[in-house]
């Protein structure tokens, strides 16, 4: 029967064929009736026990606590495999068939196998690390882990501020290049392309002995060596421009072109994003932003990384709803209002288009009259554009979300002298807020208004924290997934619990990012969350947006139910013990605010 033992199932697919080899003449079977104590508290443990059949209970030493069920496939009691001593009660549910791993060759694998060992790390980066690793060549598409170096980019051609549009040009001709760089001072640097020295000398009149530094374009885009070619693509997608200064620390020392970036990349994304910039009608706009979900499933295809994925989706999303803006709104108003977004796509972590969360701040002192129609206009144009009508009417069309604003300060500062569960919902919403176009320098005054309402405010915070519980973890009395016939709501059972928690301390300790893994990498470095907890909430929300999203593209559906039974036994495992971090930090906000049932 060893013979049959199934390679495939974690970690035991981490093993070399050797060690796979040495496991099957090492394994042997043993049988238990129904009731039969298997393991019994501070008895040694000889071997690793995995289940072929029947069903097992682990218990205190006297029975009355139950803490786990293992069923075909689990395995039991890896504790003592390296404790050499039973701590708990294992009993046999029903005649239960096991495979018996011997503890001195788990524990040759555990000292030998780092990718064994790490399996049964805590850690859950470690562990969905490895889940990576094992899948590297079939779910990693190669350009995501191409980082930049000097086999990429060019090495740059720099000017001196006082150097002449003559000489610039004949210097870019002979070097056969279409961008160089301006040295202003030390280390700052501005851009200056063939077409701007075009435009300068023949559109504009500049005389050839013209400084190049009066048409260079300041400041200019970069990024660092060594990091993804990826994240190069995201940051031309957010700014749109079609270069990028390579620096190592603040020195330059190279220039990185679109099409170098394009060549590596079948997505598309910056083509996507040259047909939002330049379409000048709202047909125009809707034909692009509908091409955003084929963006997204080749992205998933091809294995791309959640958090890249929603850092480029929402650079798309920004581009989009700021297009929409400008073709509404006439341009003269643009410095007097600031539209704003909020709920995911303020944080950034909106991949597929969900209901419409916006708002709109005016300056103060103005009186807007063509506000209403101009905004239901707007409304109607992103529902155009894929962005469903949000039911809660969180939306520019809605005159509670349209304010100057003072009168935005004085709303957030009712909503938390009320304190009612409602008003703490607004607060949570607008907490999220990122300003997308207009006048986006309207938007800071009234975060920075919402996180003073907040500090020292104990009462509140506990309120605030309150939703984080409301919903409970999916996990059995046993620690196992708890789900009816259709799944489980991930979104009430993981997502909202770490994203409201984290928002949360974020506006307890004065942390102004709106990204909740930016939020928890701050609170880390500010000691309110251990690194263990850091890592484990941040892969856990990695896991359960990846998730979603791939039940969504491969089911066709927009809700937050996860069918567990689509998941693999590696998947389970994993989704087992993030729910078990959730409820980890669940109890740790109850803990940390005071909250009692």
Avoid at 247 to 255: C, E, N, P, V
Avoid at 335 to 354: A, F, P, Y
Wanted: charged share 20%; glycine share 4%; hydrophobic share 40%.
């Amino acid at each position: 029967m060893p013979d049959k033992f199934n390679m495939t199932l974690a970690p035991f697919n981490r093993l070399t064929k050797r060690e796979q080899a040495r496991l099957r003449q090492s394994l042997d079977v043993a049988y238990f009736r129904e009731y039969d104590t298997i393991l019994s508290p501070n008895q040694d443990c000889e071997a690793l026990h995995i289940v072929i059949k029947g069903a097992v209970e682990e218990t205190n030493k006297q029975g009355t606590e139950v803490f786990a069920h293992y069923t075909p496939d689990d395995m039991f009691d890896v504790r003592a495999q390296l404790d050499g001593i039973t701590k708990h009660r294992y009993t046999a549910l029903e005649d239960t068939l096991s495979y018996l791993l011997p503890r001195s060759v788990f524990q040759e694998f555990y000292q030998h196998n780092l990718d064994f060992a790490a399996y049964f790390d805590s850690n859950l980066t470690k562990r969905q690390a490895l889940l990576n690793n094992a899948h590297q060549q079939q779910n990693l598409a190669e350009f995501i882990l191409t980082k930049i170096d000097s086999h990429i980019y060019q090495a740059p051609l720099i000017f001196t501020p006082q150097d002449s549009l003559q000489y610039v040009t004949s210097e870019m001709q002979v070097k056969k290049i279409d961008a160089a760089l301006v040295e202003i001072k030390a280390n700052d640097y501005a851009i200056v392309t063939r077409t701007d020295l075009l435009h300068a000398i023949v559109l504009n009149g500049h005389s050839l002995q013209t400084p190049v530094q009066s048409i260079a374009t300041y400041p200019v885009h970069a990024i660092e060596h060594g990091e993804y070619l990826f994240d190069a693509m995201i940051r031309m997608t957010r700014n749109r421009c079609k270069r990028l200064m390579v620096k190592r620390d603040s020195t330059a020392i190279g220039m990185l072109d679109l099409t170098q970036v394009l060549s590596a990349f079948s997505t598309h994304s910056h083509v996507l994003s040259l047909r939002i910039t330049n379409a000048t009608s709202v047909e125009e706009l809707a034909l692009a932003a509908h091409q955003q979900r084929e963006l997204v499933t080749n992205l998933h295809k091809n294995g791309i990384r959640t958090r890249f994925m929603m850092e480029l989706i929402a650079a798309l999303n920004e581009h989009i709803i700021e297009k929409a803006f400008e073709l509404i709104v006439p341009k003269h108003l643009h410095d007097h209002c600031c539209l704003i977004v909020l709920g995911s796509e303020g944080r950034g972590e909106q991949i597929l288009k969900t209901d419409q969360d916006n708002a709109l701040i005016i300056k103060d002192g103005l009186h807007w009259h063509q506000f209403a129609p101009l905004m239901d206009k707007l409304t109607h144009t992103l529902q155009q554009l894929g962005y469903p009508l949000c039911k809660g009417q969180v939306m520019v069309n809605n005159p509670d979300w349209v304010k100057s604003q003072l009168d935005w300060k004085k709303s957030l500062s009712a909503w938390a002298q009320n304190n009612t569960p409602h008003s703490v919902m607004s607060l949570a919403i607008m907490a999220d807020a990122l300003a997308i176009a207009g006048n986006t320098q309207l938007l800071s005054p009234v975060k920075q208004h919402l996180h003073n309402l907040m500090q020292q405010q104990s009462l509140l915070l506990m309120q605030f924290a309150r939703p984080a519980l409301g919903f409970a973890v999916p996990l059995t009395l046993f620690g196992q997934i708890k789900q009816n016939k259709q799944g489980i709501d991930i979104k009430q059972g993981g997502i909202f619990p770490i994203v409201h928690g984290i928002r949360t301390l974020a506006l307890e300790y004065g942390i102004t990012a709106t990204n909740t893994f930016e939020r928890i990498e701050r609170l880390e470095q500010k000691q309110v969350l251990a690194t263990l907890t850091k890592d484990n909430l941040s892969e856990a929300l990695k896991l359960f947006l990846k998730w979603r999203l791939s039940q969504q593209l491969q089911l066709n559906h927009h809700h937050n139910t996860l069918d567990t039974k689509l998941l693999n036994r590696t998947e389970r495992d994993l989704l087992r013990h993030s729910l078990h971090a959730v409820k980890k930090f669940k109890q740790w906000l109850r803990y940390h605010y005071q909250i009692s049932d």
